[in-house]
């Protein structure tokens, strides 16, 4: 898939008059943060500048950000890069790694994404900002200096590359390195509560009210079966729902090259059915409560039932996923 057409399905819809999220309302200091650095985190992703640079190599959008991303890990595999990425398709990683890699050098992708990023970033901030943004990106730097990164491969990596003398580019790669960080915890508190990779991506779903396998099917896993029970549903109003839960949207289980076993779908003991099955309600120490916040979409308990969100990108990656192809499948960014 190209810019123009991810940029389209991603970003498909009007939500101006949704409400706003609780936790963006009441936020804290560390979550208005985030919110206030993830979009320049994000930039190198859905920066049109900085994927005109890299398509200069053969490398499609997905290809693009799997080796931007993966670029300040050295030279991986495709298994240690879909490990620490966590929450997709192993099969996939390794294939579009296998794809990308060998079209440009790491150093060489590595200083287009900064560079590119660095030129692109004034467009949004203002060319004129360079003293503002060097002050910000300064005070980030320090943070992330001083950030542990035990247990952090993302996060470790951007830190230890070299600040950009670009103030444009020293502020994204200063907020890269601290959602990095936010990110490699999300999938260390997931593993320490016993989910494993699909049950990371439904936890998604569950908290922002897609319909289950929506967002799991971007990563292309295929539908997983209720084979055993969680640990991550021990606590108290969790429980897994019945087998008879409705087909996703996602890839059917022939388009997963390895599909996943064991898996279970978590769901609050007292959220209400929908047409989905799941409409999370969730109460105090329920699964919701564990899960991140999105920064766009409105959870589906927080908005009418005719204005739940479906994943946009869902039908495209039902029917044209492809795990196994270098071209990769239709995918939504991380919440992580």
């Not at 993966?70 to 929450?87: D, K, R």
């Not at 959602?179 to 494993?196: C, K, N, S």
């Not at 396998?213 to 295929?222: D, N």
């Not at 869902?314 to 992580?336: D, E, F, I, M, Y």
């Amino acid at each position: 898939m190209d810019f123009d057409a991810i940029v389209a399905a991603y970003f498909a819809g009007d939500f101006s008059d949704a409400p706003t999220p609780a936790p963006v309302a009441t936020a804290g200091n560390a979550r208005r943060l985030r919110d206030a650095f993830e979009p320049l985190a994000m930039h190198a992703v859905w920066s049109r500048l900085v994927h005109e640079r890299l398509s200069r190599f053969g490398l499609d959008f997905f290809g693009g950000y799997v080796y931007g991303r993966a670029c300040v890990l050295g030279e991986p595999t495709g298994a240690v890069i879909a490990a620490i990425f966590a929450s997709f398709e192993p099969g996939l990683i390794a294939s579009v790694w296998a794809d990308a890699h060998p079209r440009a050098p790491r150093d060489t992708v590595l200083t287009t994404v900064v560079e590119a990023t660095g030129e692109s970033l004034p467009q949004v901030l203002g060319d004129g900002e360079q003293a503002a943004v060097a002050r910000v990106a300064a005070r980030l730097q320090d943070a992330v200096a001083a950030a542990d990164g035990t247990g952090r491969a993302l996060f470790s990596a951007v830190q230890a590359l070299d600040v950009p003398d670009d103030p444009y580019a020293a502020l994204w790669q200063a907020t890269l390195a601290l959602r990095e960080h936010r990110g490699d915890a999300h999938v260390i508190a997931h593993l320490a509560q016993g989910f494993d990779a699909v049950q990371m991506n439904i936890l998604t779903e569950l908290w922002l009210g897609y319909p289950l396998g929506a967002y799991s099917g971007t990563r292309a896993w295929s539908r997983p079966a209720p084979s055993r029970p969680s640990p991550a549903c021990a606590s108290p109003g969790c429980s897994t729902p019945p087998t008879s839960s409705p087909t996703p949207v996602g890839p059917p289980a022939t388009t997963s090259r390895r599909a996943p076993t064991g898996s279970v779908r978590p769901r609050c003991a007292n959220s209400a059915t929908t047409s989905t099955g799941l409409r999370p309600t969730c109460g105090a120490g329920a699964t919701r409560a564990s899960a991140p916040a999105p920064s766009r979409p409105t959870p589906a308990s927080e908005r009418p039932a005719d204005r739940r969100r479906t994943c946009p990108l869902a039908r495209r990656c039902a029917k044209k996923a492809r795990p196994t192809s270098t071209q990769g499948v239709r995918w939504l960014p991380s919440s992580n």
